[in-house]
């Protein structure tokens, strides 16, 4: 058995590349655009260091890496620099500490042309390339050995990705370190670079661009699924993720990874020190005074390292203790992966997103109608919480027919 028998499971965290001694094993995309490892059979030895250190078929090893003293919190950066966030600023904050502790952070961010891998910085003023979502999984590129050559020199080293970019991490290092904390994200699902740059190339084709945004915040927005394209001519683009081809994919579940529908790492067992995303229960009691119209960040702190650096920054938080279980019953990949939609097939196998990409007539049922678009004026004209007032009430009563239907 290699590496490449675990195809259908593969995350595509790249430790596999990293750890393979004669360096034979590379990452092709396949026809969906997903990147998988490829083995040179003429120069591999069949040590099988690929297949006894992955993440995915080797989940006894990593179980010694699994955290779970969670305390659960929502919290909101009170950072300057928290607008650039996606949510509540708090990656910011605890990236800060550790570099102003002489330490070294890694996390995603854009290249030149636009393209997410995975970099690391080494000063504050560096830190804004690695906030903001950027929803397409990342190249790993060499910072896993890159996180070892800092850790063998004694420095601090925090590195934030999705739990099975995590899980990698530990499977390149074979060890947890001292100096090592790790934020791992609390992922939907990852759709394919290959993908993504191709959106940005059909983007770029009339006017160069000059930087990226997936989620806007504007003055009746907390952080809305709105993508910001700003072009080197001055011209911007603010798209409803129902307008996107890209941004409707992602949020449809449509373009991920095989391995997404049915992630191990989707659980309230995590991987990493600190597990950040957005608080799914920020706006759900109407007696909750947190914020209750802000982004809010919900911080699950799982093991005492993740304590540790959340006591050195918690003057720069607001924050409140969270009811993980309500949270979790909400924010569903802390419970679950998720569930592969029935068009996902048609979307990627039949190649609709790229078609769609290259201006290709495909079927109507993926584009967007006029009554969504109706949806989303209305939207931009109504108060955030004449919004939450809404979304409560249609959420009480779906609550409700549930329950109605159990009885029965």
């Given at each position: 058995m290699n590496v490449e028998n675990n195809i259908v499971n593969c995350t595509g965290c790249q430790s596999c590349v990293l750890l393979c001694p004669?360096?034979?094993?590379?990452?092709?995309?396949d026809i969906e655009g997903h990147k998988y490892p490829v083995i040179d059979h003429t120069r591999c030895i069949n040590c099988s260091l690929?297949?006894?250190r992955c993440p995915m078929s080797a989940n006894d090893y990593l179980k010694s890496f699994k955290k779970t003293n969670i305390t659960a919190i929502k919290a909101v950066s009170i950072q300057p620099q928290k607008a650039n966030s996606a949510s509540g600023g708090i990656f910011y904050t605890l990236a800060r500490r550790i570099l102003k502790d002489g330490g070294v952070v890694f996390g995603a961010a854009f290249n030149q042309d636009f393209h997410v891998h995975h970099v690391y910085v080494e000063e504050?003023?560096?830190l804004e390339c690695l906030q903001g979502s950027k929803y397409v999984q990342s190249d790993i590129g060499t910072c896993y050995a890159n996180v070892q050559f800092y850790l063998k020199k004694g420095r601090k080293v925090l590195?934030?990705?999705?739990?099975?970019?995590?899980?990698?991490?530990?499977?390149?290092?074979?060890?947890?370190?001292e100096e090592l904390i790790t934020i791992d994200l609390i992922c939907h699902g990852v759709p394919s670079g290959v993908l993504w740059d191709q959106y940005v190339r059909q983007r770029q084709e009339k006017e160069k661009i000059d930087s990226i945004r997936f989620r806007v915040k504007g003055p009746k927005d907390k952080a809305s699924f709105k993508m910001l394209i700003t072009y080197k001519n001055g011209t911007k683009q603010c798209?409803?993720?129902?307008?996107?081809?890209?941004f409707k994919g992602f949020l449809s579940n449509e373009t991920f990874r095989n391995s997404c529908y049915q992630c191990p790492f989707a659980?309230?067992?995590?991987?990493?020190?600190?597990?950040?995303g957005d608080c799914a229960?920020?706006?759900?009691?109407e007696s909750d005074d947190f914020r209750p119209y802000e982004a809010v960040s919900t911080v699950l702190l799982n093991s005492s390292k993740g304590h540790t650096l959340w006591n050195l920054c918690i003057d720069n938080f607001e924050y409140a203790p969270l009811d993980f279980e309500e949270e979790r019953n909400f924010n569903h990949q802390l419970s679950h992966p998720t569930k592969r939609p029935i068009s996902r097939d048609y979307v990627l196998k039949e190649g609709v997103l790229f078609d769609l990409l290259e201006g290709k007539s495909v079927e109507l049922k993926y584009r967007l109608g006029w009554h969504k678009k109706l949806g989303h004026i209305i939207s931009d004209f109504l108060s955030i919480k004449t919004r939450y007032h809404i979304k409560y009430f249609q959420k009480n009563i779906s609550k409700s027919k549930g329950n109605n239907e159990r009885i029965k």
């Open positions: 004669e360096g034979c094993i590379s990452m092709k995309a690929c297949i006894r504050v003023d560096k590195f934030s990705g999705t739990p099975c970019q995590i899980a990698g991490l530990y499977a390149y290092l074979g060890k947890d370190c798209l409803h993720a129902e307008e996107d081809v890209y659980t309230d067992i995590r991987y990493g020190d600190i597990t950040i229960t920020s706006v759900k009691y």
